[in-house]
T-cell receptor
């Protein structure tokens, strides 16, 4: 089954404790992105990657890091989480090439709470 | 700049009634547009998409949307809603070049018996 998986689905942590949220897709997609969702703000892009070793900032990159060492994986790293990073996080992927590839496939989300 | 606007934050509809959720876009060229649905505690599921051609697009779960260039709109419709349609709905369009989907702020749909 074609899918994007994220782990963990739920995470409660304390300020300053480094954490990583994993994202993996099995569709051989080139493009991957991270979004955060906050009430009244919709979804905002944090980082994106156009292929292995190619990443770039989205709209709200502060406080986050990413890496793309393998095509299927795109982990999101919070080196020193703060309470304002409490949010619902989504990973997404899409293929390149045709118009229909602009459709993005989303993971199930990771609800992060930073106390 | 490319943008997508959903003017309605919250809509309440009776079960069995018709539904229309509004979406307005601001794009220079013919846009690609999407509607996603997010059920409580769930991820985002694609309802339908528009790339070009026929301006009336059919999607899953009985939804359809009509692209109207003259009104810069891509409204989502359903002739008869079911209680299971209660969810949050997002209109979105891609920003070419940075792989971002620009989302509207969402419309929360409540269904009453």
């Amino acid at each position: 089954e074609a899918q994007v998986t994220q782990n963990p689905r739920y995470l409660i942590t304390v300020t300053g404790k480094k954490l990583t949220v994993t994202c993996s897709q099995n569709m051989n997609h080139e493009y991957m992105s991270w979004y955060r969702q906050d009430p009244g703000l919709g979804l905002r892009q944090i980082y994106y990657s156009m292929n292995v070793e190619v990443t770039d900032k989205g709209d709200v990159p502060e406080g986050y890091k990413v890496s793309r060492k393998e095509k299927r994986n795109f982990p999101l790293i919070l080196e020193s989480p703060s309470p304002n990073q409490t949010s619902l996080y989504f990973c997404a992927s899409r293929s390149s090439g045709t118009k229909s590839s602009y459709e993005q496939y989303f993971g199930p989300g990771t609800r992060l709470t930073v106390t | 700049a490319q943008s997508v606007t959903q003017p309605d934050i919250h809509i309440t509809v009776s079960e069995g009634a018709s539904l229309e959720l509004r979406c307005n876009y601001s794009y220079g060229a013919t846009p690609y547009l999407f509607w996603y649905v997010q059920s409580p505690g769930q991820g985002l599921q694609l309802l339908l998409k528009y790339f070009s051609g026929d301006t009336l697009v059919q999607g899953i779960k009985g939804f359809e949307a009509e692209f109207k260039r003259s009104q810069s709109s891509f409204n989502l419709r359903k002739p008869s809603v079911h209680w299971s349609d209660a969810a949050e709905y997002f209109c979105a369009g891609p920003n070419f070049g940075n792989e971002k989907l620009t989302f509207g702020t969402g419309t929360r749909l409540t269904i009453i018996p």
